[in-house]
């Protein structure tokens, strides 16, 4: 946290005292005043409480500051990353700071008494000098995230879709101004993926470090097909209908993500492997609870290995029929037989007991989900 200390103090703390007993009705004073003379606040999909939030906090440092005490620069720098994201334009962030500057110094004239006249030079000094500054802090933090999230509008707009602190309620207008099907079925994407098929809108952009796409379309049909047909890394929420659904739609696909393998090329869609999932969500806990099978396995030659887990895994996934494990893998059941017997001894659990078998294949697909030279 960026923290300021200014050398004075002021001289009548009596002031400082009622403003902060007063802060809540001073800050709601001065929301009402900036959404009045900034309509691109309402335009924006700015929240009122969310403006308030950001007054209140500045106002607190603002009031720290002429105390002479240390303040921090997060308020600033919070305002300027969220306003960048809802796309706010740069202008009019600043004139906020001015116009709330303005009514808080004219809270503090209002409110000074005789024998506070002469301290008024001094404070007006260091309330602009702070202003100023968190205006630059602002100004700042705003142009790395427009810079990071690219010129295109619509990347803000959806960066402000998936910020779960936004109001439901106006989740449908951020829609409208995407230009996304009124009653379209979406799904959210997680990994560098380019959808191009007929019926199918996408908005692409950078949260954190994730590539995150938004694709719509107005039939359920369009959308699977699309995604059937793309050849990428991916990770794919469930396909919902409610855009107030997004921001757990992105939790779903950074999720799925995660339950690509190393060596795994296509989309993975959230719960298609509730084994994945649940090892994803919590894979230092599935290393330590599997360890001794992952290190059993480890301890063998890479490619030894790898022929025990495809014969193990094509097992589970064929039902436990060897004949056609054998047939998959071009192998004779008597070598199929040997490869599971072979699993059974080193990691002492038997395919024919169905606890034993379960926990088995859950520790195959956390072995599958390790980055390679991960230790178990």
């Known amino acids: 946290?960026?923290?300021?200390?200014?050398?004075?103090?002021?001289?009548?703390?009596?002031?400082?005292?009622?403003?902060?007993?007063?802060?809540?009705?001073?800050?709601?004073?001065?929301?009402?005043?900036?959404?009045?003379?900034?309509?691109?606040?309402?335009?924006?999909?700015?929240?009122?409480?969310?403006?308030?939030?950001?007054?209140?906090?500045?106002?607190?440092?603002?009031?720290?500051?002429?105390?002479?005490?240390?303040?921090?620069?997060?308020?600033?720098?919070?305002?300027?990353?969220?306003?960048?994201?809802?796309?706010?334009?740069?202008?009019?962030?600043?004139?906020?700071?001015?116009?709330?500057?303005?009514?808080?110094?004219?809270?503090?004239?209002?409110?000074?008494?005789?024998?506070?006249?002469?301290?008024?030079?001094?404070?007006?000094?260091?309330?602009?000098?702070?202003?100023?500054?968190?205006?630059?802090?602002?100004?700042?933090?705003?142009?790395?995230?427009?810079?990071?999230?690219?010129?295109?509008?619509?990347?803000?707009?959806?960066?402000?879709?998936?910020?779960?602190?936004?109001?439901?309620?106006?989740?449908?207008?951020?829609?409208?101004?995407?230009?996304?099907?009124?009653?379209?079925?979406?799904?959210i994407l997680v990994g560098d993926i380019r959808l191009a098929a007929a019926g199918v809108t996408t908005v692409r952009t950078l949260l954190a470090d994730d590539r995150v796409t938004l694709a719509a379309a107005h039939s359920p049909l369009s959308l699977v097909q699309a995604l059937h047909g793309a050849a990428t890394r991916a990770g794919a929420s469930r396909p919902f209908t409610d855009l107030v659904s997004a921001p757990a739609a992105l939790d779903q696909a950074r999720l799925a993500f995660r339950c690509l393998s190393p060596t795994d090329t296509e989309i993975h869609t959230y719960a298609s492997s509730p084994a994945r999932a649940l090892i994803a969500a919590q894979p230092a806990l599935a290393a330590d609870l599997f360890a001794e099978t992952l290190t059993a396995l480890d301890r063998l030659h890479p490619s030894d290995a790898a022929a025990l887990v495809q014969t193990a895994l094509a097992w589970y996934e064929l039902g436990g029929s060897t004949s056609a494990v054998g047939e998959r893998l071009h192998l004779h059941r008597n070598t199929v037989l040997h490869r599971l017997k072979r699993i059974e001894r080193l990691t002492g659990s038997a395919f024919t007991v169905p606890a034993d078998a379960a926990l088995l294949y859950l520790a195959l697909q956390a072995r599958l989900l390790r980055a390679p030279g991960d230790p178990c």
């Open 1 to 187: 946290m960026t923290a300021v200390t200014q050398d004075t103090r002021l001289a009548h703390p009596r002031l400082l005292r009622e403003l902060r007993a007063d802060l809540a009705a001073i800050s709601e004073m001065i929301t009402a005043r900036i959404e009045h003379d900034e309509k691109d606040y309402g335009d924006a999909v700015l929240a009122h409480h969310e403006l308030a939030t950001l007054v209140t906090d500045s106002l607190a440092a603002l009031l720290d500051a002429i105390a002479g005490s240390r303040y921090s620069l997060e308020p600033a720098h919070r305002a300027g990353r969220l306003k960048a994201e809802r796309g706010i334009p740069l202008d009019s962030l600043l004139h906020a700071f001015r116009v709330a500057g303005m009514a808080f110094w004219e809270v503090i004239v209002e409110r000074a008494r005789p024998d506070d006249r002469s301290a008024l030079p001094q404070l007006s000094t260091r309330v602009w000098a702070t202003v100023d500054e968190y205006s630059v802090a602002a100004a700042d933090i705003y142009r790395r995230v427009a810079f990071t999230g690219g010129d295109h509008p619509d990347q803000r707009l959806l960066r402000a879709l998936l910020d779960p602190d936004l109001p439901p309620a106006q989740r449908e207008d951020l829609g409208t101004r995407m230009r996304l099907p009124a009653r379209g079925t979406f799904v």
